[in-house]
């Protein structure tokens, strides 16, 4: 299993710097994909298959079509900056020595007294079981009943998300653009 | 990508198996992996393949981009709705005094072959996950048109 890990991890990497090394855009795309799955398979490696799911669908899938899409309005080669990237690498530098230092502070991984597995009280999966008749699967009754509000939330953001990308990118069809020139001869 | 027919014929063969496995994740979502947000994207991730295969037209042709836009309003609708049903349910269990609460399903509760449909919480979360389904599904696949639907900018 242990062997598993390590390809993953090392693939993933490896990735990661193809996609900063390589100048041609629509390969980096697809570097970004593979990534993604690469991704899936590692959050399937960590038991949480509802995870890879969502990066599978999301990060291999749909994203990398809009990328796609983006890349044919565009245009494929990169732009070359000639001067050093000082202050991105700074950047970049600070953050990842920022959250190296933050992860030496996580829990172990597979840790029991892990926080995530102290809080909220391990008795939810016990108290589902009363509650919230015929749904055995406790995560989908912890994000659908017990935190209903929260995934209320969740949704309205996507809602919200998918109006703004609308208004900002939709084509105007032919009915609004009499609509618009309507308004522009009132005004 | 009209011209190759071994990517068409295969894509009218895998298309019905996503759009299978979404609802199997849908709705299978309280038993095993999965829920609303899983299975829309996946939903919507077959609609985008068609679109790229037979072209946005005939994408248009099957989810039109009108019913698409309504959609993403129906999915938050039902879950706020679910709610608040929840919600004004609460009333009659308690003489005249509001029992309910916004999004606790426990009100759901009916008599009408309890053994088969769901009630209770599990008719509240079918209900809830529909519509985080039917959001996501409509909020990808407006996304996919308005990338899908532009032109190059000279």
Not at chain 1, 39 to 59: H, I, K, R
Not at chain 1, 103 to 130: N, W
Not at chain 1, 162 to 171: A, E
Request: net charge negative; no cysteine.
């Amino acid at each position: 299993m242990i062997l598993i890990d390590i390809a993953v991890l090392t693939l993933l990497v490896a990735t990661a710097f193809s996609i900063t090394r390589i100048g041609d855009l629509w390969a980096a795309i697809m570097f970004t994909g593979i990534y993604s799955f690469l991704g899936a398979s590692w959050m399937l490696l960590l038991d949480a298959p509802d995870v890879a799911f969502t990066e599978a669908a999301v990060g291999a899938g749909i994203s990398t079509v809009l990328m796609l899409g983006t890349l044919a309005l565009i245009g494929k080669p990169e732009k070359r900056t000639i001067k050093l990237p000082v202050v991105p690498l700074l950047v970049v530098v600070v953050t990842g020595s920022a959250l190296f230092y933050g992860t030496l502070d996580m829990p172990l991984f597979d840790s029991p007294d892990a926080p995530i597995h102290m809080h909220p009280d391990p008795g939810y999966a016990e108290i589902t079981e009363r509650d919230i008749h015929g749904v055995p699967n406790f995560v989908t009754a912890l994000l659908a009943s017990y935190r209903g509000y929260d995934t209320l939330g969740e949704t309205t953001v996507i809602f919200t998300a998918g109006i703004g990308v609308l208004l900002i990118l939709r084509k105007p069809s032919e009915n609004d653009d009499d609509e618009i020139e309507n308004e522009e001869s009132i005004s | 990508m009209n011209s190759f027919p071994i990517i068409r014929v295969v894509t009218k063969l895998v298309i019905p198996y996503i759009l299978l496995f979404a609802l199997y994740v849908q709705f299978h979502g309280y038993f095993g992996p999965g829920g609303g947000f899983q299975a829309g994207v996946i939903f919507a991730s077959a609609l985008i393949l068609y679109a790229l295969v037979f072209g946005l037209p005939s994408a248009h042709r099957v989810a039109p981009p009108k019913v698409m836009e309504k959609l993403v309003a129906v999915g938050v609708m039902i879950y706020a709705g679910t709610g608040f049903l929840a919600m004004f349910l609460g009333r009659t269990k308690a003489d005249g005094k509001w029992e309910g609460n916004f999004l606790d399903y426990n009100t759901l509760d009916h008599h009408f072959f309890p053994d088969i449909l769901p009630h209770g919480q599990h008719l509240g979360i079918f209900l809830v996950e529909l519509g985080v389904g039917i959001t996501v599904t409509a909020v990808m696949t407006i996304i996919f048109y308005a990338f899908a639907g532009r032109e190059q900018v000279k």
